[in-house]
């Protein structure tokens, strides 16, 4: 079971004021939204319902428009046909609520053999924020992590942590901790919050200063997430989501940070994009 599927997110979900059903064994999360009416997202389910159901019960919830994003394994032909029969009957939202893409790290290998995998820049990166003292520690505050989110992104960092309290209270301590990277005198200067569900652990959210940047520590950071989880026994790491090429003109601003999570050996996943709006 992926982890939007799962009794713990579902929870999280009817904390921000979604409702929730099953529809032949998949659960859809649906909202009415002021002047847009009633949406249905249905995320990463283990197969995707059956069509007559599936359209008999978001009609009678009174569902207008609609997200369905498959796992990876459901092929881009079917999603495409799944996708066909659904418009005909709900307004088929054009941009995603989850990535459509991500990037994949192997953990099984030892320590040297993931490190190994970086490209030379993140290695000497690994080793710079290292020279420049800082330490990496554990946090079990989701006001830590909100703190230096909100410090980094400015303007925008409540919104970019908006209900992350939530979700802290339902997966802490099991699925989730935090990892903060501190200066020589102390202060905070960059954050994760990672998610571990089944044998994956998930890069959720992250936040860093302008001086943490200049110090490597996002760097830093994504090297002791890979060995947390190693230590919690994940065999992946996913980075949760990247630029996708296939649609280059939606969230071009994601090329950076793109970029930034190429360079660690992880292999490209991808999901089934709709094709509905080219």
């Known amino acids: 079971m992926e982890l939007q599927q799962s009794p713990l997110y579902q929870a999280y979900i009817k904390a921000l004021h979604w409702n929730t059903c099953d529809i032949d064994g ?50 881009q032909e079917t999603y495409t046909t799944y996708m066909s029969t659904l418009s005909k009957f709900f307004r088929i939202m054009a941009t995603p609520f989850i990535p459509t893409k991500t990037i994949m790290i192997d953990l099984s290998g030892n320590q040297k053999d993931i490190f190994n995998r970086f490209t030379s820049a993140k290695r000497r990166a690994v080793r710079k924020a290292e020279k420049n003292n800082l330490t990496i520690v554990e946090s079990h505050d989701i006001n830590d992590l909100i703190a230096i989110k909100s410090k980094g992104a400015g303007m925008f960092g409540g919104i970019t942590t908006h209900g992350i309290d939530r979700l802290w209270k339902l997966f802490y301590p099991k699925h989730v901790t935090i990892l903060l990277a501190k200066n020589d005198t102390n202060d905070v200067v960059a954050g994760i919050l990672l998610l571990f569900w089944n044998t994956t652990a998930l890069y959720w959210i992250a936040g860093a200063t302008h001086q943490g940047k200049k110090m490597f520590a996002p760097t830093l950071l994504v090297w002791y997430a890979l060995l ?21 003109t939606q969230f071009k601003e994601w090329k950076g940070f793109t970029k930034f999570k190429e360079g660690f050996g992880g292999t490209p996943v991808y999901y089934p994009i709709s094709t509905l709006h080219k």
């Open 26 to 75: 998949a659960v859809v999360f649906y909202r009415k939204i002021p002047f847009i009416g009633t949406l249905a997202k249905l995320q990463r389910p283990d197969r995707l319902p059956y069509l007559p159901k599936i359209i008999m019960t978001l009609q009678k919830i009174g569902v207008t428009q609609l997200s369905v994003e498959p796992k990876e394994d459901v092929s």
């Open 228 to 248: 947390m989880g190693k230590k919690r026994k994940c065999a992946a790491f996913d980075f949760i989501g990247v630029w996708d090429e296939r649609t280059p």
